[in-house]
């Protein structure tokens, strides 16, 4: 059985969809950063970063960090095709992937959302969390230049798209931001889709 932990409307809201899409049974767990759970003890024991997503695999075994999980998802699920087999179609996915993750959630996102983090005077916090929402605006922006005449981000869905997926989530529904067309209809195509359904109703978002 593989077990997700998984924390409430975050990035592994991604991973939830991923295991969807799968259709082999898991467990859900949810960590629930309000109680900081996500810092207690027993939670660093199973990921030392005190950080979601993680997942604990049939073995036993921990693996974290969005892009590691969906890869690893994809290559043990080849069936599912969530992910190009080819060198440029994999290095395209992986391109795709660690922008959203690597620049458009965390060195864009986390600034609005988490000024705090980046400067103890309150002060300050209003200004961060603008260049945060121009440099996440600026991110999908380039996001939908690559969407042009594409249903998903490298031809067919892949885990790229369950990235992309959670920053729509976040921009639009969180932040309350209009996302820009391409961007827009990929986030209406998502919701489309059964897992994103299973997921956004487990989650409470739908
Ligand atoms: N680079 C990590 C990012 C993980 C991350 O920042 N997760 C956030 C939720 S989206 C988290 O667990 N935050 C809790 C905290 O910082 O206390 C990944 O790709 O999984």
Redesign the pocket.
């Known amino acids: 059985m593989t077990t997700l932990c998984y ?1 409430n409307k ?3 809201i991604g991973i939830h969809v991923l295991l969807e899409e799968i259709g082999k049974p898991y467990d859900l767990k949810i ?1 629930d ?1 309000s109680k900081g759970e ?2 207690t003890p027993e939670y660093k024991k199973l990921n030392p ?5 993680a997942l604990v695999r049939d073995d036993g075994s921990v693996l ?4 590691a ?1 969906a890869t690893w998802l994809a290559l043990t699920n080849p069936d599912k095709k969530l992910m190009p087999t080819d060198p440029e179609g994999m290095a395209r996915t992986l391109e795709a992937l660690d922008f959203v ?2 620049t458009v ?2 060195l864009s996102w ?1 600034l609005w959302r ?1 000024p705090d983090a980046y400067s103890a005077n309150p002060a300050e916090h209003d200004q961060l969390k603008e260049r945060g929402m121009n440099a996440m605006l600026d991110g999908l922006a380039v996001i939908d230049d690559q969407l042009s005449g594409k249903d998903y981000l490298v031809g067919d869905f892949s885990i790229a798209d369950t990235a992309l997926y ?1 920053v729509e989530y976040w921009a639009a529904d969180v932040a309350g931001w209009q996302l820009p067309p391409n961007v827009k209809a990929h986030f209406e195509r998502m919701k489309a889709r059964p897992s994103v359904q299973v997921s956004r109703k487990q989650e409470g978002v739908a």
């Open positions: 924390a975050t990035c592994a960590v950063f996500q810092k970063k005190g950080k979601v997503a974290t960090e969005y892009a999980i993750v690597g959630h965390m986390r988490r959670y």
